[in-house]
């Protein structure tokens, strides 16, 4: 999955499972849609489930606490992928 | 301090209506909301009793995700007349958030959909890779799951009482939050109870022998309180909540006035769970009287809990007959709803302050043949023109919990 296709997959996920309107890769997710922890938390199980294929550590998660934007998160999950040596 | 309490909004989402005309209109008109006991894919072909007390009509909750994703079924029915309530009221959102407003709400076991979900994944998803237990399903199950997710949703920033103690639970959250204010706790508690469609529920009382069994292909036929012919309660699904509030504040802002509580009672039958018990119930409705400075001839109406098992009918209608004799009329509300669990007592507040509001008294459905032992009442013999000034609504609950609100109708406050 390029860098591109997982951003459209995050903005798909928060478009239609979180309700975001117009979400954009550099706005604040806190403060432009109300993105909270239990979110944070949902959202992993759906990047798990969709994106990764497998589960994340719990040090894993909690690294995923200081993420603020759409941009963040694919950072993130490339950074996971790198890690774990999947594609 | 002792202060009055009124009642200034209510909304209830039943089996027979959601909206005041609708209720009304089905109990003028003795219309059940029993229905066949819906498909739930897992219990409902092995229970014996098949049929329900059914929120059947479409809602148009319009709760943003934000607020849905802390909500289980139970909490959308607690949320939307929470919301009626308020919206009713006219209260400021300065009133609602300032800690003088606290809310009392409950549910007989939070969300069991949501429950069901998370044992669901323990029993049958034990290899997947994946947990499939959401972040948000202890929000969304938990027990006191009503009032905090009203609480959140109306920024409601008072006490929190979470009464959950089955058929008593609204019941209860309406009487403490009538004693919050009466002592000077809070100066207004929105109170209240909801239970969603469940059939674990109906299979807990359907496994006690306690269900209705024998009208399945005629569902509107039972529950029969207090009739011959009658075998049991019936479930049912609603939510419903009131607005109380210290009565010179309401006076002064001009609210409507729809019906002050004068008294309320609970009390314990201190032993057995489920039997009903003569001297405890005769207490808790004694009890309320002394709360009120009322005398027993001061009450018209007595809403019975009146389930339609075989024994708690009797039970109930030989504790009203000690305390009241055969002044008041009695109507067993059940007989339209089912058994509404946690919410019963709320909804069949709220029917007696529509009804006295009204000026006539809906009778007990399906009470074709009074039981023999049920016979010393003043049974209300059909719909019948009535000025009645105060009320008692009576409600008991596994446990052995009983409880027992007095409220005025509005027109006499």
């Known amino acids: 999955m390029t860098r591109e296709e997982t951003t459209a997959k995050i903005i798909a996920i928060l478009s239609e499972d979180f309700e975001f309107e117009n979400p954009g890769p550099t706005d604040n997710l806190r403060d432009d849609h109300g993105f909270d922890s239990i979110d944070a938390i949902e959202l992993l199980g759906k990047i798990e489930q969709t994106i990764l294929g497998f589960s994340l550590t719990r040090e894993e998660k909690e690294r995923a606490m200081t993420i603020r934007t759409i941009d963040d998160i694919v950072n993130y999950i490339e950074a996971i992928r790198l890690a774990h040596h999947t594609p | 301090m002792k202060r009055r309490v009124v009642i200034t909004a209510c909304s209830a989402i039943t089996p027979i209506g959601y909206d005041k005309a609708t209720i009304l209109d089905n109990l003028r008109n003795g219309r059940s909301g029993i229905r066949p006991l819906r498909d739930d894919g897992l219990l409902s072909r092995r229970i014996h009793s098949q049929v329900f007390g059914t929120v059947d009509y479409p809602i148009d909750f319009q709760f943003k995700r934000h607020f849905r994703k802390t909500m289980g079924p139970v909490a959308f029915y607690a949320c939307q007349v929470a919301g009626d309530v308020l919206a009713r009221s006219g209260l400021s959102q300065e009133f609602i958030s300032s800690g003088r407003l606290g809310v009392a709400f409950g549910s007989t076991h939070g969300s069991p959909t949501v429950q069901r979900d998370i044992y669901r994944t323990f029993f049958q998803e034990l290899d997947s890779k994946f947990s499939t237990i959401g972040s948000v399903d202890y929000l969304r199950s938990m027990v006191h799951t009503t009032a905090v997710n009203i609480t959140r949703m109306f920024g409601i920033t008072g006490r929190v009482i979470a009464s ?195 000026g006539f008294l809906a009778p007990t459905l399906n009470l074709d043949n009074v039981d023999e032992r049920c016979r010393m009442l003043r049974h209300t013999p059909a719909v019948i023109d009535s000025d009645a000034a105060i009320a008692a609504i009576q409600n008991f609950a596994f446990g052995g919990v009983n409880t027992c609100l007095l409220v005025k109708s509005g027109k006499r406050v």
């Open chain 2, 164 to 358: 959950s103690t089955a058929c008593t639970t609204s019941s209860q959250s309406i009487g403490f939050g009538y004693e919050m204010i009466k002592y000077g706790m809070q100066d207004a508690m929105l109170c209240g109870g909801a239970d969603e469609y469940d059939t674990t529920t109906v299979a807990v009382f359907d496994n006690l022998l306690a269900c209705s069994v024998n009208y399945n292909q005629t569902p509107q036929r039972t529950p029969r309180p207090f009739d011959r012919d009658r075998d049991g309660l019936v479930v049912g699904e609603g939510g419903a909540a009131v607005l109380l509030e210290e009565y010179e504040s309401a006076r002064r802002r001009g609210a409507e006035i729809l019906a002050e509580i004068v008294g309320f009672s609970c009390n314990n039958n201190g032993g057995d769970m489920i039997l009903p018990n003569l001297d405890g119930i005769t207490a808790t409705l004694r009890l309320a009287l002394q709360d009120a400075a009322l005398p027993a001839e001061a009450v018209d109406f007595v809403s019975a809990h009146a389930t339609a098992t075989k024994m708690g009918d009797v039970i109930e209608a030989q504790a009203i007959a000690a305390v009241y004799g055969d002044r008041p009329h009695v109507s067993g509300m059940k007989s339209y709803l089912g058994h509404t669990m946690g919410t019963c007592g709320a909804i069949e507040l709220i029917l007696a302050i529509y009804m006295m509001e009204q």
